[in-house]
């Protein structure tokens, strides 16, 4: 489950620069700058698209931090059950309301496309399509994922 959220949800971000001698520091990214930093969610909810009454919140039992380098680079971490899946990938901002999330590891995991609104400058919601397993069957159901997110 902690996978199949991370992975469509929007979700904790975290970039590591490459600090070895000889390298080209990393660049930033002058898009990602209202981005960057540590956000915690107080919010995480799925709603199934086939029946909307049906809404997970990720959150009553876990957290969410994603923590954003200048250069884009992400580390996300959903904790749900006391049992924490890191995602580690890039942000990048296509336009002035939407953005991607490219997973780099674990491997695998798909780009997660999500609308964005600042409602001020530490205040971030992310809207989005996701995955969820609501009747824990094995199957993930599309769904649409809600993340709010406030900034450290």
Do not use: K
Not at 22 to 33: L, N, T, Y
Not at 39 to 50: C, K, R, V
């Amino acid at each position: 489950m902690v996978r199949r959220v991370l992975g469509g949800a929007v979700a904790v971000m975290l970039a590591a620069f490459l600090g070895a001698c000889g390298e080209d520091p990393v660049q930033a990214d002058p898009a990602v700058a209202p981005f960057v930093g540590t956000w915690d969610a107080d919010s995480l909810t799925l709603t199934n698209d086939a029946n909307p009454s049906q809404v997970a919140n990720i959150l009553a039992t876990g957290s969410f931090v994603i923590i954003v380098e200048p250069s884009g680079q992400y580390t996300a971490t959903l904790t749900v059950f006391s049992q924490s899946s890191p995602e580690i990938g890039q942000l990048r901002v296509l336009n002035a309301t939407t953005l991607t999330l490219t997973p780099s590891f674990p491997p695998g995991r798909p780009v997660a496309t999500a609308t964005y609104t600042f409602q001020a400058d530490d205040d971030l919601t992310l809207e989005g399509a996701s995955e969820f397993d609501f009747n824990f069957d094995d199957i993930d159901e599309p769904a649409q994922a809600y993340t709010h997110l406030v900034r450290r």
